[in-house]
């Protein structure tokens, strides 16, 4: 925003080299100055025409949202009216987030209403699968209609976000395998990459991506399984790779590789392999408290990285254990692979 102001005597020194710079240069210059306060958040500029008899006064705002806010824009919204304790940039930064969902079951279902609600509107949703009826006891909403009419899964997260934001909100849904080239391009322009599927070889796909195009990554996963005594043991698993490598989903051991290269084999081959018992079968135990647990926690790694009180320069690996009801946080410096054939030292096209 400008606004033209008369110079005065203490404006003189300017006002000539202003004069000097438009008249001693074959291109015609124009004198721009101005100071900042010790905190850098506030400053006066000016823009000087070439006579140096006067110049414009310019405002600067630290964003888009600013001019709105100083012009009469709408109040911010009283949906995040509790989340103000986190400051308005959180709250801005959340919005103009664009996250890129790989997955969404049952862990992923539950990871983008959370995060939605906290205020991130802009998504890339990819998953194949459709909506089976299995899958209803830990998807939230999820209907027995949905399962009759093959929904995408992509669809109903969809719906699961058009819910809270009906208006404002921007979904894009891929109903593909993240294999697809044109859905790993669309991956790799998302601001951060959530990985929620039942398989090592997405997994790899999108560490893959993350270490080529420096986006950041955020995996989840549960298991379970059932004791000799009829127990059972749960886990679930959110771990963030330090961006830009030192350790990996592949070298930290998060996902196994052989298993990996057997999901992307034919199918003759993977059926032979789960005869040998190679391949884990695809009915793993599922129960949606679980889910929860894993999604809430990553919602809250995410809140933590946006606004800055949660460090995961070196990675971060969070690991909850039940019945014991136990959080475990590996010492990720026992990761760091320097030879990694993925993310170590040494660079590697991938």
């Known amino acids: ?15 000539e080299y202003a004069r000097f710079l ?20 506030k400053s006066e500029f000016r823009i000087w025409n070439k006579r140096g008899s006067n110049f414009d006064s310019v405002n600067f705002y630290p964003s888009w949202f600013e001019i709105k806010k ?19 940039v959180f709250q801005r930064q959340l919005g103009e987030l664009t996250v890129a969902l790989i997955g969404c079951g049952g862990i992923g279902a539950v990871f983008a209403e959370q995060l939605g609600r906290l205020g991130v509107k802009k998504w890339l949703l990819v998953d194949p699968d459709r909506v089976e009826i299995v899958n209803l006891n830990r998807m939230p909403g999820a209907t027995r209609q949905m399962a009759d009419n093959r929904w995408h899964k992509v ?20 109903p593909t395998a993240i294999e697809n080239q044109t859905t790993q391009q669309e991956i790799a ?13 997405s997994r790899q796909i999108a560490q893959e991506l993350a270490l080529q195009y420096m986006r950041p990554l955020v995996c989840l996963g549960t298991h379970i399984d059932i ?6 043991r749960m886990y679930c698993r959110i771990t963030v790779p330090p961006l830009g490598g030192g350790w990996c989903l592949m070298c930290g051991n998060i996902i196994n590789l052989q298993k990996a290269a057997l999901e992307s084999a034919p199918v003759e ?23 929860s647990i894993c999604a809430s926690t990553a919602v809250g790694v995410i809140q933590g990285m946006v606004s800055g009180f949660l460090n995961v320069e070196e990675g971060l690996d969070w690991i909850y254990q039940f019945p014991e009801s136990q959080w475990y946080k590996t010492n990720t410096g026992y990761l760091s692979t320097p030879d990694c054939y993925f993310c170590g030292s040494e660079e590697c096209d991938l």
């Open 1 to 15: 925003m400008l606004k033209v102001r008369r110079i005065n005597n203490g404006d003189r020194a300017e006002s």
């Open 22 to 41: 438009s008249s001693n240069f074959s291109r015609k210059s124009r004198l721009i100055s101005g100071v900042f306060d010790e905190s850098m958040e």
């Open 70 to 88: 100083q012009h009469g824009a709408q109040p911010a919204d009283l949906m995040f009216a509790r989340q103000k304790v986190f400051g308005e």
């Open 155 to 174: 669809e109903y997260v969809k719906q699961l976000i058009k819910k809270i934001y009906p208006t404002g909100s921007s979904v894009k849904t891929i």
């Open 189 to 201: 322009a998302a601001d951060l990459i959530i990985v929620a599927t039942d398989n090592h070889r």
């Open 227 to 232: 004791q000799a005594d009829g127990m059972p």
């Open 269 to 291: 081959i993977e059926n032979l392999a789960s005869q040998a018992g190679y391949l884990e079968g695809i009915n793993d135990p599922a129960v949606f408290w679980l889910n």
